[in-house]
T-cell receptor, first 116, second 118 residues
Framework: EAQVTQNPRYLITVTGKKLTVTCSQNMNHEYMSWYRQDPGLGLRQIYYSMNVEVTDKGDVPEGYKVSRKEKRNFPLILESPSPNQTSLYFC???????????????FGPGTRLTVL | AQKITQTQPGMFVQEKEAVTLDCTYDTSDPSYGLFWYKQPSSGEMIFLIYQGSYDQQNATEGRYSLNFQKARKSANLVISASQLGDSAMYFCAMREDLNAGNNRKLIWGLGTSLAVNP
């Protein structure tokens, strides 16, 4: 089954304790992206990756790191989490658009993070 | 300025009736894509339908159709024959500059909460 998986699904942590949210897709997609969803702000892009070893900042990259060592994996790293990073995080992937049917982005199930 | 505007924070509809969720957008790109996603209370983001700016016909996917009015910059989602399982948040999103091929970032509206009444 084609899917994007994220782990953990739920996480409560404390300020300053490094954490990693994993994201993996089994569709051989080149493009992957991280979003955070906050009430009143909608979804905002954190980082994206066009392919292995190619990553770039989105709209809200501060406080986050990513890596893309393998095509299937795109982990999101919070080196020193703070309470303002409490949010719902989504990983997404897509293949290069060839026609109208290829513009779909596949989303993971989301990771609900609380930083105390 | 908001690039995607969803003016209805909440909507109610009777089961089996049709409902239209509004979305207006703002872009100067001649080439763009418009998407609708559904987010149930469980939190996952489910793709519903896509409309390309150059598509001549309105997109349809089962009970979902997109009423695309390019001159008015609107892309309303129409759900026909509503079901109880349609109760969820619905998000309109846009991807600009389709031909650039780089960041495929989606720009999102704030969503409309739809409740289907039995």
């Amino acid at each position: 089954e084609a899917q994007v998986t994220q782990n953990p699904r739920y996480l409560i942590t404390v300020t300053g304790k490094k954490l990693t949210v994993t994201c993996s897709q089994n569709m051989n997609h080149e493009y992957m992206s991280w979003y955070r969803q906050d009430p009143g702000l909608g979804l905002r892009q954190i980082y994206y990756s066009m392919n292995v070893e190619v990553t770039d900042k989105g709209d809200v990259p501060e406080g986050y790191k990513v890596s893309r060592k393998e095509k299937r994996n795109f982990p999101l790293i919070l080196e020193s989490p703070s309470p303002n990073q409490t949010s719902l995080y989504f990983c997404a992937s897509s293949s290069p658009p060839r026609d109208r049917w290829d513009n779909e982005q596949f989303f993971g199930p989301g990771t609900r993070l609380t930083v105390l | 300025a908001q690039k995607i505007t969803q003016t209805q924070p909440g909507m109610f509809v009777q089961e089996k009736e049709a409902v239209t969720l509004d979305c207006t957008y703002d872009t100067s790109d001649p080439s763009y894509g418009l998407f609708w996603y559904k987010q149930p209370s469980s939190g996952e983001m489910i793709f519903l339908i896509y409309q390309g700016s150059y598509d001549q016909q309105n997109a349809t996917e089962g009970r979902y159709s997109l009423n695309f009015q390019k001159a008015r910059k609107s892309a309303n989602l129409v759900i026909s024959a509503s079901q109880l399982g349609d109760s969820a948040m619905y998000f309109c999103a846009m991807r600009e500059d389709l031909n650039a091929g780089n960041n495929r970032k989606l720009i999102w509206g704030l969503g409309t909460s739809l409740a289907v009444n039995p």
